[in-house]
């Protein structure tokens, strides 16, 4: 039972150093940007996140409902 949970350890332990070895090594290294917003073909498309497109949305309905009263 014990080895079971050194081993898993173990193995997560290197998992993490390998995923990280690029930031941890490279000077400024950091995480891809995986988000929408931050992939430049994405936006030459006009693809934009569904929480901004609804924001915008929102923000839109707003100001024509100002405008109306």
Same mark, same amino acid.
């Given at each position: 039972?014990?080895?079971?949970?050194? %081993?898993?350890?173990? %193995?997560?332990?290197?998992? !993490?150093?390998?995923?990280?070895?690029?930031?941890?090594?490279?000077?400024?290294?950091?995480?891809?940007?995986?988000? %929408?917003?931050?992939?430049?073909?994405?936006? /030459?498309?006009?693809? !934009?996140?569904?929480?901004?497109?609804?924001?915008?949305?929102? /923000?839109?309905?707003?100001?024509?409902?100002? %405008?109306?009263?």
């Amino acid at each position: 039972m014990l080895a079971t949970i050194i %081993i898993t350890f173990c %193995i997560i332990a290197i998992s !993490v150093i390998l995923l990280g070895i690029k930031i941890l090594l490279k000077k400024g290294g950091r995480f891809p940007q995986t988000h %929408i917003s931050g992939n430049k073909a994405l936006r /030459k498309k006009g693809i !934009v996140c569904a929480k901004s497109m609804d924001r915008a949305e929102q /923000k839109r309905l707003n100001l024509l409902e100002m %405008i109306e009263s």
